[in-house]
């Protein structure tokens, strides 16, 4: 897959953030081993809290796929917005190869009045419990920011114009 590949998908991330102008956040699935998009999602926290563009788009996947669930460790999600601490978790949980996301997460202040204060690499690096008799989750790539300026066009007080 080429970079131009990478910037195409983040863009069917964008896409899709534009269905919710207050919180566009917006995410793609790709099946890296296809080439293949296989779900997008938005923001709906305003129907529930719980429900981000990641969540959205995760739970749309293993709905389609159930019984069965999808192979995480062929899909790559891209977020135009890095992972919040919950959505960071499913990523995880789940066993995707790789998360991607365009603006990263201290950016968002002028929007928030609170959040929890955990950035989505710290997430990742606390994986593991020592001395647990579970095998550990097997991690993902963390790669961000990614096309961050067109992410922060979705955002009006985020672009530079
Ligand atoms: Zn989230």
Redesign the pocket.
């Known amino acids: 897959m080429t970079q131009e590949d990478y910037e195409r998908w983040m863009r069917v991330a964008i896409e899709a953030g534009r269905a919710n102008p207050i919180n566009p956040y917006g995410c793609s699935i790709v099946d890296i081993t296809r080439g293949e998009v296989l779900e997008t999602g938005v923001n709906h926290a305003n129907e529930d809290p719980t429900n981000?563009g990641?969540?959205d788009a995760i739970r749309k996947l293993i709905a389609k796929t159930s019984p069965n669930l999808p192979n995480f460790r062929n899909l790559i999600l891209f977020t135009t917005g890095e992972?919040?601490c919950?959505?960071m978790a499913y990523i995880l949980y789940c066993g995707f190869k790789e998360v991607i996301y365009g603006v990263s997460f201290p950016d968002f202040l002028p929007y928030w009045s609170g959040s929890i204060n955990l950035r989505c690499r710290e997430v990742l690096a606390r994986i593991g419990t020592p001395g647990a008799a579970e095998p550990q989750l097997p991690g993902c790539i963390v790669t961000g920011p990614f096309l961050e300026e067109e992410c922060k066009q979705l955002w009006p007080a985020l672009s530079k114009k």
């Open positions: 981000h990641e969540t992972p919040c919950m959505c």
